[in-house]
Each structure stands twice: as C-alpha cells, then as structure tokens.
C-alpha cells in the first residue's frame, strides 16, 4: 500500500510540500531520540535550520527508524522563518502541526530506499516510493531485540547505547562480543568485565571506534563508523569471574581464526 492511499491530502497537494527525512548529522537517532521523549522537542529540533529547507507551504515530516524504514511523524505547515545570525543556527522556522494522518503519528512506519545524502526532498519526486510497512497499535518506541540478535553498525550503535533499552540490557551483562568488518569480513573478538560491562565497553568503541585495542588503532576513526558492525556471542551474570570470560573469549578466537586471519592478535 502507498503512503499517499492513505493519506490522499499529499497527493492532492504534492507540488505544496517538502519531506524531511528526518536524522542528525552527527548523531543518527537524534530526532528519534527527541520524538520518543517529547514531540515538542522534536519540533523545535525540525524547526532549527542551517538553510531554508522548507520553502513549501506544508513539510512530511518522517523520522529514521531502521535502514529504509521510516516513521511518520506529522504533516506540518510552514508559517513563516526568521534569519538567526546570532544563534547556533541560521534560521527558525515557525510551524504547526495539521489535523491530518494526526492518529498515525509514532505508528506509521514507511518504507523508503534512500541512498542519497539530501534530506529535503520535493515530494512529487518521491511520492510513489513511499510504501506502508506497518501501522502499530501504539508509538514506535525503541527496544532492545535480544542479546542473540544484536548485529548493528557503528552508526546505528551511536544513537541506540544510551536509549534506556539497550543501557540497561547491556549494563548488567559481562560477555564475550565480535566486531565484523563488513569491507573484507575480517573479525575481532573482545570481552567485557569491567564498569557497565558490555554498554561501557561499547561506550568506548563510540568514543573513538577503537575502544584502545591496540589492534584497532590502526584504523581512521571514519573507516571504522563506515565498516564495523557489533554483536554478542555470549553473555554472563555480573558475578561470574573475569577468568572464565577471558578463557570463553580465547576460545571464541580460536574457533573463529580471528588471530590468524582477523584482526586479533593475543
């Protein structure tokens, strides 16, 4: 189903708007993190721009939610922008949400290959690429989808460790974790045991990408944001003692190589 069969207004007034894709610069799930706590802060964030992005009387306003998915997060109506020399931004918008699609909001989840950097985009370009995934019951909200499914990039890393979710599923976790390197498929075995465990050794990797392995520290910070993936191949209680991790985690690296033709090298 087309997101415009549910929602006739956008074609009816296409040539009118402008959609927003919305995700940080710096920080990917920014907006998301915003919009989840209070969707007046992600309304302040969409309306605080570095140029005139939305010089159409009406703005789609999605937010990233996994790769090509998106969730709807309103349609808005472009009233009027002031020029902010001064401030931390260049320009401020003034906008209101429109009575239409309100009941979706959080729960519209909409399909869109982009594989292109533009975030503002004329939606009579578009229109017909966007497609229904999914209408939830409730607000999306972000969850943690279980220790033996974890397997995200460096970048979708960055915005979920320190949702509530994932912090308190990893923070309470000693363990043993892979780091893949998606350009040759050349892995690292790690463990944690120490101070919030697995989220503070994460924490680390998010910091710098090598988290102070020495063997990592070859590598540009950028190379590692654009290639590594992480997951978790054994978790353990807080009171299991550090020896037997560091023994599970030698054996993970034995079984996968990952001295011989991965990036380990104790």
Same mark, same amino acid.
């Given at each position: 189903?087309?997101?415009?069969?549910?929602? +006739? #207004?956008?074609?009816?007034?296409?040539?009118?708007?402008?959609?927003?894709?919305?995700?940080?610069?710096?920080? /990917?799930?920014? +907006?998301?993190?915003?919009?989840l706590?209070d969707? =007046?802060?992600?309304?302040?964030w969409?309306?605080?721009?570095?140029?005139?992005? #939305?010089?159409?009387?009406y703005?789609?306003? *999605?937010?990233?939610?996994?790769?090509?998915?998106?969730?709807?997060?309103?349609i808005?109506? =472009?009233?009027?922008?002031?020029?902010? +020399?001064?401030? +931390?931004?260049?320009?401020?918008?003034?906008?209101?949400?429109?009575?239409? $699609?309100?009941?979706?909001?959080?729960?519209?989840?909409?399909?869109?290959?982009?594989? #292109?950097?533009?975030?503002? *985009?004329?939606?009579?370009?578009?229109?017909?690429?966007?497609e229904?995934?999914?209408? !939830?019951?409730?607000?999306?909200k972000?969850?943690?989808?279980?220790?033996?499914?974890?397997?995200?990039?460096?970048e979708?890393?960055?915005?979920?460790?320190?949702?509530?979710?994932?912090?308190?599923?990893l923070?309470n976790?000693?363990?043993?974790?892979?780091? !893949?390197d998606s350009?040759?498929?050349?892995?690292?075995?790690?463990?944690? !045991? $120490?101070?919030?465990?697995?989220w503070?050794?994460?924490?680390? @990797?998010?910091?710098n990408?090598? $988290? $102070?392995?020495?063997e *990592?520290?070859?590598?540009? #910070?950028?190379?590692?944001?654009?290639?590594?993936? @992480?997951?978790?191949?054994?978790?353990?209680?807080?009171? !299991?003692?550090?020896?037997?991790? *560091?023994?599970?985690?030698?054996?993970?690296?034995?079984?996968?190589? /990952?001295?011989?033709?991965?990036?380990?090298k104790?």
């Amino acid at each position: 189903m087309k997101v415009k069969d549910v929602l +006739p #207004f956008l074609k009816e007034k296409e040539l009118e708007f402008k959609v927003h894709c919305g995700r940080g610069s710096t920080d /990917t799930f920014l +907006p998301l993190r915003l919009f989840l706590q209070d969707q =007046s802060k992600y309304k302040v964030w969409q309306e605080e721009q570095t140029q005139k992005n #939305f010089q159409r009387k009406y703005i789609l306003s *999605l937010i990233y939610w996994h790769k090509d998915e998106w969730i709807f997060a309103g349609i808005y109506e =472009s009233i009027s922008v002031k020029e902010t +020399p001064n401030g +931390p931004f260049q320009y401020r918008y003034d906008t209101k949400l429109v009575n239409i $699609g309100t009941d979706l909001i959080g729960k519209m989840i909409i399909g869109f290959k982009k594989d #292109f950097r533009a975030s503002y *985009l004329c939606l009579e370009n578009y229109i017909e690429d966007f497609e229904v995934l999914e209408i !939830t019951r409730d607000v999306c909200k972000t969850e943690f989808p279980g220790y033996d499914k974890v397997n995200v990039t460096w970048e979708e890393l960055s915005g979920l460790i320190d949702t509530d979710a994932w912090k308190t599923a990893l923070a309470n976790q000693k363990g043993v974790y892979l780091i !893949t390197d998606s350009s040759n498929g050349k892995k690292y075995v790690g463990s944690a !045991t $120490g101070e919030n465990m697995i989220w503070g050794r994460w924490k680390d @990797y998010i910091a710098n990408g090598n $988290g $102070g392995n020495i063997e *990592l520290k070859s590598f540009d #910070f950028e190379y590692i944001q654009k290639n590594f993936r @992480y997951s978790i191949l054994e978790i353990y209680k807080s009171t !299991t003692d550090d020896d037997a991790i *560091l023994e599970r985690e030698s054996w993970w690296k034995e079984i996968l190589m /990952t001295r011989q033709f991965g990036y380990n090298k104790n």
